[in-house]
């Protein structure tokens, strides 16, 4: 049983990570922090787990270095590249949820996030997307866990642009449920001020914006225009990507092409063609299910979807996990999507 | 292996029951029927279930007699018993998810529902609550598994009307979530009918109250009134009972009480005095939350939440499956509660 | 035209007064307080408001006497007194929605809230439900605006306590929207901590139950338990009551009662026997819609629906502003419900 | 007073417009038709109208010719022709809300619906979005009232199109609350079927798209890709249109050109640069807000949001009836936005 710490663990994707860590066969959760409610039981912030598991919450800050073979921080970026650097120790394995080591470009993150305080670590660091960098994930230690709308974004968009088919810039218009946003008592997480209404924000300024660019740009020399929406719901993004081929494709080949291209990943679903992602059919899975329509002058429109705390978060980081610790990748995430 | 045969399969029912059967160790699913979409496979119904599950449906009407080991049935009443009398030959297990055989009063099953067309299959039934009925339910090959509202109402109040401690009658305010209402196209369903609204319906006349009027009977001669809610959400029962008892109980000597009556049952969460359920603590699992509240003039207040379609509907004939082969009662029912 | 004043006017009721007063023919708004927007556009805060009004707001704690003809105070219960203190001249009519003035007893508002600090005023107070005080209303200059829940409760019961029918306690079954949780970043009004689930809370120490309580003995010696729950959307709160009646009443005669006890009431819509209210069909209007189910035993089921943040709050504020100035009573309030 | 019929008065179009209309000062209510509710009151198919409109409904099957001086016809598309035909007499004014009289071009007309029944009668209409064709409205008998997604679309890229400043085609990507499906018991419209989740539908295959490039193209001969999506909410469509400007444009040029162009619309509101719109922002209303965001390389992203029913249907169709009245515009129109 290797021991798993979970720094910052009562956020959503804390959560997430204990409910899905919580039956998996070779894990035992050892460790779980809080600032906020530190020596208060997980169970006391949230009910749901009563007489599941009533551990007690430890200070963030205190020292939990060796104590735990692998360590998920869900904290803000910034604070993640403080512990991260108290913890690191070239032997147990850190997978970092918030944006600190997404970056192999330290300008980069700099420019878009804040000064970097663990930079001899980055080179250490590997981007955890695993349909891309599954090679390479086997062999770090640090594990930058990507952001949710990068996910959607990135596993919709790679077919076309890792064949170099896309001519001129696209537009990736992405909408995220409201967990997105955290767990904190923000103003514009109110139910009151997110149901009943929906509205784009931060347009070509939004910080997932260069996490996409700097991916899509290992393939192709084209911009992204990035617009994220907040959408009255708890969970799931849809990612609808328009932009134009270089030569038109028949959307039954374009099926063939991404059929092939994530013909061994076991949590990408290519639906058949005209029928479209929803993100009720990929809820509580790790599934990332892509659809698309190609037009006969070029245009086209791929559409993906998501769960924006499992496969966007939590369930992603557990499949790097597994992956890390050279265990089958599906282990733990084998829940089905679940509706109504 | 056993086979098992969902007969009606492409309500909200029929896929919970898909959902948790699905990795049931010692069950294959081998027979999934629907009048409507027969001959569709059963993901281009639930596209949730693409690569999941991609069996053709077979018409409900056909004669399906020895094919299964376990049949559920999820069929409007009056449907079930017909297929109960086709398929019942005393060997394999028939789990009736309508009203048909809740009642082992003909009389007043008929001046509820409508005339009963398999009278003498009745004495061979069994109310399915396992709390109440667990040991019957380990003879009987036909099973009426409860209602969602009597489910978390009975549950709720078990305690106390079995130690007789109820002075008068008792008022159920009982809210459900819209999956309640099956998934047909119906207008009071529809979302905009629904969403941002909240009303009562049927005072006095739901037919779940004769279901809860009768167990209640066996323990006190006490009359209830139920009033049902509709609340703009998927799916959660919350039932408040209010009554008074003859002598006024201290909450934390009815918390004792309530943790004895239940001690040996595990999916029932008695919550610390002074916290209350809430449907989100129990959404997709088989809890049941009960908390309350005991005043001194002997007034109480007992509230209980479960997931009505997972202990109000399809796990708790999972439940029930269970005990029924004699395997354990928690079989494929682990599943932790989960939100947001 | 009369001048008015908004005290605290970036929260809900500010907002719901605004919409309301903004087509009011004798009235103008000439000022828009708040500590926390100070010199900001109150079209800023509210953009739904642009081009429509785009006053600046000005600091809540200035000295604002003798500005306005009236004043709504929309600050929490302790800021409110404070304010009146202040604003108070015998002159103009000051409206505090906040829980300051709606106690005649001063020990019983201590003992429920905290220390009063404007004593002097609160014989000056009246409680503002018109139904009930209509005639005081119109001689008072300060009026303590009634809660949203004792709203639903007071106007659902009267009838029955006004004539002496009841016999015994009642329940208090309410259930409320969040925007009655008001305007404040707090964890529990989250999307994601409100939206799928439902719940009670504060049972046997809400706050209004002696609000309700105070108004209920002033007829009958009866003790309420008041259960307050939170619904998963944005407006309305439905209350259910029950209890039991001296003698039994058929449902025709109470409809009757009701009709009769409510005539003359602009507001006040007793549903047809065997119809009940539904929060959506008061929606966005002044409505209080009230329906009830009576048993030959002397059970009752009374149910009544209101918009809270109208008749629960900014329109009843409205109403009793058009009396106290003598003008027709249902000026600016004759919005209908609205849905979907 | 003139007389105003709305045909089909049971949808959520009907009822929008019997709000719009109650407080109208110019107008009466004096037929309101129903096939499937005939002979009930209109307050029986909508309680909320409870002594505010009880009028009994009268078969829409009957022939009203004559009866009113303007009819609004709330029916499927194919129905309202053959109402329009038997209705039209070249002095009452029809508003039709389905899509029989939006389209000039009777071939395109075909091929997107079914064959045109009153063929005879489309020279006599005129597509009535008041922004661009308001003149010619003036002078119409018949009124083809726009599709809720072409309102949204149409007006949020007038501005660029008109000024023949897009380079290339662009893609519109829209958003619409479920009212707009109607209020017909559809499986789809379910609210287990549509709440939590995120889809698009109909991707180049809907049938608005013909009605927006059939517009575009009047200015600008360029190819428009439409992606509508289906949001968990009751009413709004916000649109985020994309492309590329032949000559990139400044943010605040843009803003300049695009309140030139809108400088004497009362209901259009072009946001501040950097500002964007917000569903909840018109709910309720009819206004339709613009926001944008231009960027130096030429691309644009354009974000247009509207009431469905309110500017996307039953609003807009009063705006057309005060305008072929030649009474003022805003008459009955000047409700504002209302949240939460």
């Known amino acids: 049983m290797w021991k798993v710490g979970i720094i910052g663990a009562t956020g959503y994707t804390g959560l997430t990570l204990i409910l899905l860590l919580k039956t998996h066969p070779y894990i035992k959760i050892n460790l779980l922090t809080s600032n906020t409610y530190k020596g208060k039981k997980i169970s006391e912030v949230f009910p749901l787990l009563n007489g599941i598991m009533d551990e007690v919450l430890v200070p963030t800050d205190e020292n939990h270095k060796g ?54 670590l980055v080179p250490a660091s590997v981007f955890g997307l695993p349909e891309l960098y599954r090679d390479e994930i086997k062999t770090k230690k640090l594990i930058g866990n990507p952001g949710c709308y990068p996910t959607s974004s990135i596993l919709g968009i790679y077919p076309l642009v890792k064949n170099r088919l896309i001519d001129g810039n696209i537009f990736i218009d992405s909408k995220s449920g409201v967990s997105g946003a955290g767990r904190e008592a923000k103003l514009g997480s109110l139910f009151c001020e997110v149901s009943e209404g929906f509205r784009p924000y931060n347009i070509g300024v939004h910080r997932h914006e260069p996490e996409i660019q700097k991916e899509i740009n290992k393939y192709q020399d084209i911009k992204i225009r990035f617009v994220p929406h907040l959408l009255p719901m708890n969970r799931g993004i849809l990612t609808t990507i328009y932009g134009k081929l270089k030569e038109p494709l028949k959307t039954e080949n374009a099926y063939e092409l991404y059929k092939e291209t994530y013909k061994d990943e076991p949590f990408i679903r290519i639906l058949n063609p005209n029928t479209y992602p929803d993100t009720r059919f990929v ?50 995430l084998t829940g089905l999507p679940q509706y109504p």
Chains 1, 2, 3, 4 share one sequence.
């Open 283 to 332: 809820r509580f899975s790790n599934y990332c299910d892509i659809g698309f329509k190609m037009f006969d002058d070029g245009s086209f429109v791929v559409v993906s979807a998501i769960d924006n705390l499992i496969k966007g978060a939590s369930g992603q980081a557990v499949q790097n996990m597994n992956i890390a610790l050279d265990i089958d990748e599906k282990t733990s």
């Open 67 to 120: 104590k735990c073979d692998v360590y998920f921080l869900c904290l803000p970026h910034g604070k993640s590249m403080e512990s991260a650097e108290k913890l690191y120790d070239g032997r147990s394995i850190i997978i970092d949820l918030s944006a600190d080591f997404r970056f192999e470009n330290i300008e980069l993150y700099e420019k878009t996030y804040t000064k970097h305080l663990a930079r001899h």
